[in-house]
């Protein structure tokens, strides 16, 4: 089984659209999606879905902390970690599977915006080749269960980039890994919120400090002063 786990905060119109969504994939019934809801979130589960999802209320907030509680409820021996905004394509499973039958162990997905835009395009580009902002967590994570636990899970005091604070044990640990050329489709929210500019300063100053071992509080300071919600 593949479980697919989804934390989120205030996301309730986005689940919703994205359990739609999920209906669409195929083998969906094959999994099991688990959402992390944050201690104070709206939930969304009244959402009408033919599906099976379980609801959980996390004890602590956080995106690190809200994934590692529902991987610990998954039963699965694949754990995806899937953003509540992020749709994925209708061969999701299938993609997945196929990967980790290829002598890999983990991988992550290239991703397109939701708004057609000359600049969004160059940036989505990029992610279906390995550079220094592979790993963010709109690609998806998709990890084996058993290696995931072997690698102490996503680090909660990391506060922001836990994502990116994971995938560097990962490749520390020489976890076999690849980029599934099926895109994504990414919310440009944050985008259309900020400015691309200010967006792409902020996400390649926090990455070249996040490297530089700047610690996760200040990183978050930086992040909140840069980006508005």
């Known amino acids: 089984m593949i479980s697919i786990i989804v934390p989120a905060h205030n996301e309730e119109n986005n689940l919703i659209a994205l359990l739609k969504t999920m209906e669409t994939v195929a083998g969906i019934g094959d999994a099991e999606i688990i959402i992390a809801l944050s201690p104070e979130s709206i939930a969304a589960d009244t959402a009408k879905v033919n599906l099976e999802v379980q609801w959980l209320r996390c004890r602590k907030k956080g995106r690190a902390a809200q994934m590692n509680e529902g991987s ?17 394509p209708a061969t999701f499973l299938k993609d997945i599977k196929s990967t980790l039958t290829s002598n890999f162990d983990a991988g992550f997905f290239s991703y397109i915006f939701d708004k057609d835009n000359f600049w ?3 940036n989505a580009s990029f992610t279906g080749h390995d550079g220094i902002f592979t790993g963010g967590g709109d690609q998806c994570l998709f990890i084996r269960t058993s290696i995931f636990e072997q ?15 994971f995938f560097k044990r990962m490749k520390r640990a020489k976890v076999p890994y690849t980029i599934i050329k099926s895109n994504l ?3 440009a929210r944050k985008y259309e919120r900020n400015s691309y500019l200010r967006v792409n300063i902020s996400n390649l100053l926090l990455v070249l400090l996040f490297n530089f071992g700047y610690p996760t509080s200040k990183l978050k300071s930086i992040h909140d002063k840069l980006i508005r919600r």
Request: proline share 3%; net charge negative; glycine share 2%.
């Open 120 to 122: 969004l395009n160059i």
């Open 72 to 88: 610990m409820l998954a039963k699965g021996n694949t754990l995806v970690f899937l953003h509540a905004d992020v749709k994925p």
């Open 151 to 165: 690698l102490n899970r996503f680090n909660e005091a990391q506060l922001l980039m836990e994502d990116f604070d």
């Open 185 to 187: 489709v990414v919310s």
